[in-house]
């Protein structure tokens, strides 16, 4: 059996952070061998400090969630949909908020998408239109997994709210990178990834439920004669991985000692950026200050899959193909192939960038 080539620079930030911060690992080992007696009062520790990072002025506020998929999920199946709603979204979501939408039309609800406007993921003009027709929710990525695109999420969230709309924030590609205040944004639903930018473990992310918003959770209340809950519970989204919360928790400490962290990240996108055009490449998204440090490429005579595996036999691991978002590629024009998706971390070096820019030009130039 052939054995993969080992892995000298890690491009996929964009769907897992690696390596993890060392306090992140030391908290999440810490945890698993922690003693039972102090599991609730650490949970409500780690709980507080993830509410703090994001703005919840009340913890239960914010549910602890096995990471953004589920968040999305539940955020959607509890509200109290009627045959007839109407979602509007972006052109560019992640499967993870695509799939349970695409289940809502099944029961009579009608999905709307918005269409980019140009380099940008979401036309305001074009927003502004379907909300003229009514909508129940605005659901949309603060930035494209894909192309690393930042949508206008604040300005969404607000033309919304105007309409009479709700809002929601796919947060899994901005969270870590960009300071999320939920109060600041006034958005009703927000969920978030701790694996990607936070550098937390897998297992670990949250839902930010607005207290003005009441959904509906019958038979998941501790209240036998109470209809229906507020909110959805613990017993919706099941046990907290203990060990990734302890490390979603050490890596927004982490974090917050790396204020420059994204202005660093997108000079190192840009360097990849400049070798790889430079080699004949077209970048697609916005510049780099449009986006989160992620960098979607296509070359005319490299294919994205060829290109990742030429990569990899050099030690480079990046992305090739769909990303889990076919609405983003065939918006870009980009399906069946999709893209090659190189993404950085706040664990990326300078070094590791000249050896994936060594690596580029190889293979952006093998026959």
């Given at each position: 059996m052939e054995c993969s080539p080992l892995v000298s620079v890690y491009l996929n930030h964009a769907g897992t952070s690696w390596p993890k911060p060392a306090p992140v690992q030391e908290a999440a080992r810490r945890a698993l061998a922690g003693d039972p007696g102090r599991w609730a009062e650490d949970l409500a520790r780690d709980h507080r400090r993830v509410a703090r990072a994001l703005g919840v002025p009340d913890p239960a506020r914010l549910l602890l969630t096995p990471g953004c998929t589920s968040a999305l999920a539940v955020a959607i199946a509890d509200l109290p949909w009627e045959p007839?709603?109407?979602?509007?979204?972006?052109?560019?979501?992640?499967?993870?908020?695509?799939?349970?939408?695409?289940?809502?039309?099944?029961?009579?609800v009608e999905?709307?998408?918005v269409p980019p406007d140009g380099d940008a993921p979401f036309d305001l003009a074009a927003l502004d239109a379907a909300l003229d027709a009514g909508a129940r929710l605005v659901a949309t990525t603060a930035a494209s997994n894909v192309t690393g695109a930042l949508s206008p999420y604040a300005e969404i969230t607000a033309r919304a709210h105007a309409a009479g709309a709700l809002s929601l924030i796919d947060a899994a590609q901005v969270a870590g990178w960009i300071d999320l205040d939920v109060r600041a944004l006034d958005v009703d639903l927000l969920a978030f990834a701790g694996h990607k930018g936070p550098q937390a473990p897998w297992g670990i992310g949250g839902l930010y439920v607005h207290e003005r918003l009441t959904m509906t959770t019958p038979g998941a209340v501790c209240d036998?004669?109470?209809?229906?809950?507020?909110?959805?519970?613990?017993?919706?989204?099941?046990?907290?991985?203990?060990?990734a919360l302890a490390g979603l928790g050490a890596g927004l400490d982490w974090l917050d000692a790396r204020p420059d962290r994204l202005a660093r990240a997108r000079e190192h996108i840009a360097t990849l950026?400049?070798?790889?055009?430079?080699?004949?490449?077209?970048?697609?998204?916005?510049?780099?200050?449009?986006?989160v440090p992620t960098l979607a490429l296509v070359h005319e005579a490299h294919a994205p899959a060829a290109l990742a595996a030429e990569l990899a036999e050099?030690?480079?691991?990046?992305?090739?193909?769909?990303?889990?978002?076919?609405?983003?590629?065939?918006?870009?024009?980009?399906?069946?192939?999709?893209?090659?998706?190189?993404?950085?971390?706040?664990?990326?070096?300078?070094?590791?960038?000249?050896?994936?820019?060594?690596?580029?030009?190889?293979?952006?130039?093998?026959?």
């Open positions: 007839g709603d109407r979602v509007l979204c972006g052109s560019f979501e992640h499967h993870a908020l695509m799939r349970p939408l695409l289940k809502l039309a099944e029961r009579g999905i709307v998408r036998l004669d109470a209809p229906c809950a507020p909110m959805p519970g613990y017993c919706d989204t099941g046990s907290v991985d203990r060990a950026e400049a070798t790889a055009v430079d080699a004949g490449a077209r970048r697609l998204g916005p510049p780099v200050e449009g986006r050099r030690g480079v691991l990046a992305s090739a193909g769909l990303q889990c978002a076919p609405e983003a590629h065939r918006a870009l024009g980009t399906d069946p192939d999709g893209v090659l998706r190189l993404s950085v971390g706040p664990t990326t070096t300078d070094a590791a960038i000249e050896r994936a820019c060594e690596a580029l030009r190889a293979a952006l130039g093998a026959g």
